[in-house]
């Protein structure tokens, strides 16, 4: 028997091996197609970045609207352009034209920015008188009315002494007394005004030509032959899908790279906090949430904000593997829920969501492998950036360049990190070359990239030039048309598909997304190879034609 047994192993023998070897190769090969130039755990740092900033960085682009993306720009008709309320309107693209009005006198500029502030000054005043008068706040706390009828007319209420349904036309009205409406529209008339909302409108047929590589770019990274017919389908497959939160999102993700061929990370990890569908906290409505790179980490677990492309464009231009910290919360501002340590006074306090992300980056730098399998402590890791993209909150901030300059200082210092490279994203959506650094946030950015403390490790993105300021015409298009009109049809057709947010959230645009998310990567990767920042020459170039 023990000779029989010993004859059918030897028999066995080659079949064994046979299969041992098979098993080994499938699992080498497996290894490989999942993990295409994934360099073994070991022998690379782990290249951490954090992602700040309030709800842009959060993100709204949900990823059917890619298809704009194989689309040619959509172009508004220039009567558009030229269709007016009697008094200014600020929806209006016509009225808006003296914001980016532009003519070649430092005098004329100057005199379009005092116009718009005079006419705050004017709301700011009138509100003020009542709400002091007639607020339940002002009821409440017994004081007593001092409407001057005498001097300032009727007050806009009612007999029962409401008056929020009467403000808006009581305010437009005040405003025209003053003749500030009149001296805005003969601003935009001016023969000194370069950039006429007719001109305007003109320009963006071709704001795509500059950003052509770009665009090129980034449809070959994030829609590599993606069909636009390939969107019908991805939107059947998500309404058959149902429900999609943090627990599903790489199902999600796999459903939608299945349809349009949007990428899920390699070598890439996030952990985020904040706005994100994932796990409660103690901050509510805060969520918590870590994995592989895809779509999902924004409040919807069906959208990206530009964590995503930022970190699939990133791994691609670095070796090893990669973790991304993002901490983002919606409407917070620099100046206070931001506000660094050093700027710290009783009235002016740290800001809670400064301390909230530097705990948060605290326990993730504490235990690194938690968050990325490929994290080896022998070999450690390298803080590799910040990237910061904020500022709608702290529009009127007149010191936000300096506080922006203690911010990154006072971040440094918390993760010990003297030189960390830098990244911000500008405000995009004054849509202007001629008004790129317009406002105290995009020039206090560009201040932050000039100052003697932090020049060479600052740069900035130029989201201006990404802002589909197009996709928010489809209410002006049906205004100066027609509802029933072919002109209304097709942007009414066009702007439904690209759009999935409001026009401050860069209309939750998957293409503003990627292309600003693709730039930032790249920006932070030149900083990394010590490259010079590349917005100097930029501004330089912009600030000479408004001259």
């Known amino acids: 028997m023990m000779k029989t047994r010993q004859t059918v192993s030897k028999a066995k023998l080659p079949v064994a091996i046979l299969l041992t070897v098979l098993t080994v ?52 008709p220039a009567k558009t352009a030229t269709v007016k309320s009697r008094l200014y309107t600020p929806s209006q693209f016509y009225w808006q034209g003296v914001n980016f009005a532009r003519g070649d006198s430092e005098e004329y500029n100057a005199r379009g920015k005092a116009l718009l502030a005079e006419r705050k000054a004017i709301i700011k005043l009138w509100r003020g008188r ?16 001092e409407w001057n009828t005498k001097e300032w007319g009727p007050a806009p209420v009612d007999a029962k002494g409401h008056f929020r349904s009467y403000m808006g036309k009581y305010l437009t009205g005040k405003i025209a007394a003053q003749g500030v409406f009149k001296r805005i529209e003969e601003h935009i008339e001016s023969p000194e005004n370069k950039l006429h909302p007719k001109v305007a409108i003109g320009l963006i047929a071709n704001r795509n030509k500059p950003i052509a590589d770009d665009i090129k770019r980034v449809r070959e990274i994030f829609l590599k032959d993606a069909k636009p017919e390939d969107f019908d389908g991805l939107d059947q497959a998500i ?63 069906t959208n990206c904000g530009p964590e ?15 973790l991304l910290i ?49 994290y080896d402590p022998k070999v450690g890791y390298e803080l590799s950036g910040l990237v910061w993209f904020q500022g709608w909150n702290d529009k009127g901030n007149k010191d936000y360049g300096q506080q922006l300059v203690a911010f990154i200082k006072d971040f440094r210092k918390e993760v010990k990190a003297p030189k960390l490279p830098v990244v911000c994203g500008l405000l ?80 939750g645009s998957a293409k503003f997304y990627y292309l600003t998310g693709d730039a930032m990567a790249r920006k932070l990767a030149n900083l990394i190879k010590g490259g010079a920042p590349t917005i100097h020459k930029e501004a330089e170039d912009i600030l000479k034609t408004e001259k």
């Not at 497996?30 to 755990?41: E, H, L, V």
């Not at 969520?287 to 895809?294: E, F, K, N, P, Y």
């Not at 995503?308 to 990669?322: C, H, K, L, N, T």
């Not at 206070?336 to 980056?361: M, Q, V, Y």
């Open 25 to 76: 190769l499938t699992a080498s090969s497996f290894n490989t197609a999942q993990g295409a130039s994934k360099p073994s755990a070991g022998n690379k740092k782990l290249k951490i970045v954090f992602l700040l900033g309030q709800s842009n960085m959060v993100g709204y682009a949900h990823p059917r609207t890619a298809w704009y993306l194989t689309q040619p720009i959509y172009t508004p």
């Open 130 to 145: 009542v709400y002091a008068n007639f607020s339940r706040a002002a009821k409440a706390s017994g004081k007593k009315n």
């Open 428 to 507: 995009g959506h004054s849509s202007w070359k001629t008004t790129t650094f317009d406002g105290d946030v995009n020039s206090g950015m560009l201040h932050a990239t000039r100052h003697a403390d932090l020049k060479g490790t600052v740069d900035i993105v130029n989201t201006v030039k990404y802002y589909p300021i197009e996709l928010g015409f489809k209410g002006l298009v049906k205004d100066a048309c027609g509802e029933d009109s072919p002109e209304y049809k097709t942007a009414e057709s066009i702007i439904n598909r690209a759009v999935s947010k409001d026009p401050v959230h860069y209309h």
């Open 308 to 322: 995503y492309p930022f970190g699939i464009s990133f791994e691609r231009m670095v070796d090893g593997p990669v």
């Open 239 to 301: 309404k058959a899908m149902g429900r999609i939160d943090h627990k599903n999102r790489m199902a999600y993700a796999e459903l939608v790279r299945k349809h349009i061929n949007i990428p899920i990370a390699k070598r890439t990890r996030i952990s985020a906090l904040g706005a994100v569908s994932g796990e409660p906290t103690d901050n509510k409505p805060d969520g918590i949430t870590h994995g592989v790179l895809s779509l999902g980490y924004t409040k919807f677990a």
């Open 326 to 374: 993002k901490c983002a919360w919606g409407g917070k501002s620099l100046h206070s829920e931001f506000r660094p340590p050093s700027l710290n006074t009783k009235e002016n306090p740290t800001g809670k969501f400064w301390t909230l992300a530097t705990e948060h980056i605290g326990k993730v730098l504490a235990d690194p492998g938690k968050y990325h399998p490929d």
